[in-house]
């Protein structure tokens, strides 16, 4: 029997390349690739062992919009991000059921961050979502890493790449040539991405059900909601492409909507002229994200402090 | 269910797992079961339609093959039969759309509704098989086969029901027909036929299926050297995936104890157009050789009636990959590489000694030439319009943008076709797809291991359909 030994030896052979990236991981000479698999591991473990008791759950606006350790400095209690691409309130709420069912305790305080878009089921938001609603049921375990030699693959590269590139480009080139030849290329036309968050909008009220139904399932005493600023063109351009449902007609149906649910709204969504306090139309800067959480830290303590928070 | 996918490792386990224990009989009518379970997986109404035209072929063969004298009249119905089912799911709406601006230009606005329907998916491949059966039946080249399930298996089977080979009733269905042995020897070469597949599917065509993508999206702006490699790399892809496909196929009927034929012999080292067609999609190429073109008179009836059969069967062939003007031009532009060697060269095939060094240079030039007059063609099968196709070769012809940052590009289409190259070469030098399993078992096992940890590392995030299964 040729065929056996043969299959032993390449079994071998890919054992061995795992355990050798293992040791790279363990020893610190490669990096594990940024993934969705490792975001979740991450926040679990992360949950597991701080136990943080204020949860905020959103998107890259919560993750470039404030910060959480002023945040947490600002109130005196832990607070942890939890930011998954892309995620609609729908799709938020389904991390925040993800993470209840990971692990073994619950938050004292949950807060949903978004911004207009994130209420629209036609946009960008709601296929992505998709992904995170998929995770929500209780068989929609997350992949765990599967193959150590594949979670490293962008470090490997990135390594190659740096050996390869010394034959032919110039040391101080290095830099932004390997800036250029990243394994993971996102090439985004703002325009167009930001037309595909709005696209076709309309409110989804059901979305803000389900995150209420959510917590409630849960006992989660009254879940939160803080609503982000946009910059002042984009509320214009948002008013102009759908003037049956304007920036303020939103804020208007959100506060309804909240009110009506026993759902706490910290309303920070005022549009904004200043465009240095944003990285686009959307999504805060560093000194944007400051100047959000100065924002949010006082009427969040007092939300919190007051008892409000909990009936 | 793809091929690529868990689903699939896991339907393909079960049928085996009970596969072995039934007698042949049973072991077709467990076929039958799994290709409409596999079929009925992208969308159980497809079912029906495979069904319908299994039995129209059926019963057809068998009418053909009773000494009546309506043979005629019972063929012309077949094939009208299946170009009938074929045509309003896969061409009435292209047709339609072409129609109506050509009718409004003479002034007439007729109503010429759009027909809201799904794309049965590979219904181009087994409508191809079944119209062969039937007519080799006709022809008197195959007996009519009374036996429904072994015809059904043989239209239904899963293996290379969604992208071919498309096999002949000769070939095939005879082994539907009696006992199979399946011996060590057939496993070992069905799952290194799958190794090698996947492969070239995970591996080679998804890993390089972004970069393609890319290229092609920003074609109006692109520099030309990265509209070269974005061709360059399509043709790689294009390969890799049909091929890899094909040998899962063959991989899958080895475990099965069926003999699938072999669809792609190393075209890209064809070293002129008509060898580079005897090489690629193989089955596809005899079949409208042996039905279409040799009917139509071949190159038997004159000089000038050979080149109209030429480009008839081959804007044909570019019509049956798709309802597309961009797939009739590819078929076009073939035709005429085709009619341009015969007419050069008059069809001549390699005569070249191989041991002379010259020779050989003018060989490896003509590889080179025809590999790039198969990529230029397939610029237009691969770009989503004509307006598209037409701005990727202006950019190339204009010679738009600098060679400036190029160098890595260069050097990532040097790396996929050394990928491509390693698993081809030897198997083209011993002019076996398995040869592989003739070396010691050391070298077998270190080159299993390598493509292991290559497609951990090159796989795509997500499982990427064969580009085939579109037609």
């Known amino acids: ?311 | 269910m793809l091929y690529n996918s868990l689903e699939f490792a896991l339907f393909l386990l079960a049928i085996l797992t009970v596969y072995y224990c039934f007698s042949y009989r049973a072991q077709n009518v467990l076929l039958i079961l799994a290709s409409y379970f596999f079929y009925g997986w992208w969308d159980w109404r497809f079912c029906g339609l495979l069904f319908f035209l299994t039995l129209l072929n059926y019963f057809s063969a068998l009418a053909l093959h009773s000494e009546t004298p309506q043979r005629r009249t019972y063929l012309c119905i077949n094939i009208t039969g299946n170009l009938a089912v074929l045509g309003v799911f896969k061409y009435y709406n292209f047709f339609i759309e072409s129609l109506a601006p050509a009718l409004s230009h003479l002034g007439l606005h007729p109503y010429l509704p759009i027909l809201h329907i799904i794309l049965p998916i590979g219904i181009s491949f087994y409508t191809f098989q079944m119209m062969g059966y039937t007519i080799d039946v006709y022809k008197g080249r195959f007996p009519a086969v009374r036996d429904f399930i072994s015809v059904a298996a043989y239209m239904s089977f899963f293996p290379q029901l969604l992208a071919g080979p498309i096999e002949r009733a000769g070939r095939m269905l005879p082994q539907f027909q009696k006992p199979r042995s399946v011996d060590s020897r057939m496993v070992s070469s069905g799952l290194l036929l799958m190794l090698i597949g996947f492969f070239k599917k995970i591996a080679i065509a998804d890993s390089i299926s972004p970069e393609v993508d890319s290229v092609f999206s920003h074609a109006a702006t692109a520099p030309w050297p990265e509209l070269v490699g974005g061709l360059w790399l399509y043709t790689i892809q294009i390969y890799c995936d049909f091929s890899g496909y094909t040998d899962i196929a063959r991989g899958v009927g080895r475990l099965l104890g069926f003999e699938i034929m072999i669809n792609f012999n190393h075209p890209y080292f064809a070293a002129n157009i008509g060898e580079f067609w005897r090489r690629w999609h193989i089955s596809l190429s005899t079949w409208l050789r042996d039905y279409l073109y040799i009917p139509l008179g071949g190159s038997r009836e004159g000089v000038f009636k050979t080149y109209r059969n030429l480009m008839l069967t081959m804007v044909l062939c570019g019509l049956w990959h798709g309802a597309n003007w961009t797939f009739v031009t590819w078929g076009a532009l073939h035709g005429m590489y085709l009619c341009g060697y015969r007419l050069l060269f008059g069809g001549a095939g390699d005569n070249t000694s191989r041991t002379l060094p010259a020779a050989r240079a003018i060989k490896l030039c003509s590889i080179l030439l025809t590999f790039n007059l198969v990529a230029l063609a397939w610029l237009f099968f691969r770009a989503p319009g004509m307006s598209e196709a037409l701005i990727y070769l202006q950019g190339i012809i204009l010679l738009r943008g600098s060679w400036e940052n190029c160098l890595f590009y260069f050097w990532r289409i040097v790396f996929y076709i050394a990928l491509v190259l390693l698993i081809d070469i030897p198997q083209y030098l011993h002019n076996n797809h398995t040869a592989m399993l003739e070396w010691p078992w050391v070298l077998r096992g270190l080159i299993y291991g390598s493509m292991i940890i290559f497609m951990i590392l090159l796989a795509s995030g997500n499982e990427i359909p064969f580009i085939y299964f579109q037609f």
């Open chain 1, 1 to 311: 029997m040729k065929m056996p030994r043969a299959v032993i030896l390449c079994l071998c052979l890919v054992f061995t390349a795992e355990m050798a990236a293992l040791m790279m991981v363990r020893t610190g000479r490669l990096e594990q690739d940024k993934s969705l698999q490792k975001l979740l591991a991450d926040n679990v473990s992360c949950l597991q062992q701080k136990r943080p008791p204020l949860w905020l759950v959103g998107n890259s606006g919560l993750e470039f919009g404030i910060d959480q350790k002023q945040l947490s400095k600002d109130l005196g209690l832990a607070a942890i991000s939890l930011c998954h691409g892309g995620a609609t309130v729908r799709g938020s709420a389904a991390m925040l059921e993800f993470y209840l069912k990971e692990v073994s305790y619950k938050p004292e305080y949950v807060m949903l961050v978004v911004s207009k878009d994130d209420f629209n089921p036609n946009g960008l938001g709601a296929r992505t979502s998709e992904t995170y609603l998929r995770l929500m049921p209780w068989w929609g375990k997350y992949k765990k890493n599967y193959s150590w030699l594949r979670s490293v693959r962008g470090s490997l590269y990135y390594k190659t790449l740096t050996l390869w590139s010394r034959v032919f480009v110039k040391k101080e080139d290095l830099p932004s040539w390997r800036e250029k030849y990243q394994l993971i290329k996102i090439d985004i036309d703002q325009q167009e991405f930001t037309r595909a968050m709005m696209n076709n909008y309309i409110f989804d009220s059901e979305g803000l059900i389900f995150f209420s139904e959510i917590c409630r399932h849960h006992g989660l005493k009254n879940p939160g909601i803080i609503f982000l600023p946009i910059t002042a063109d984009y509320a214009a351009w948002h008013n102009r492409e759908f003037p049956a449902m304007t920036y303020p007609t939103i804020r208007n149906r959100l506060r309804e909507m909240c009110r009506a649910l026993g759902i706490t709204l910290i309303d920070l969504g005022d549009p904004l002229a200043n465009r240095d306090l944003f990285r686009d139309l959307f999504h805060l800067s560093p000194q944007g994200s400051q100047y959000a959480t100065g924002l949010l830290s006082p009427k969040l303590s007092s939300v919190i402090h007051a008892g409000r928070y909990f009936k």
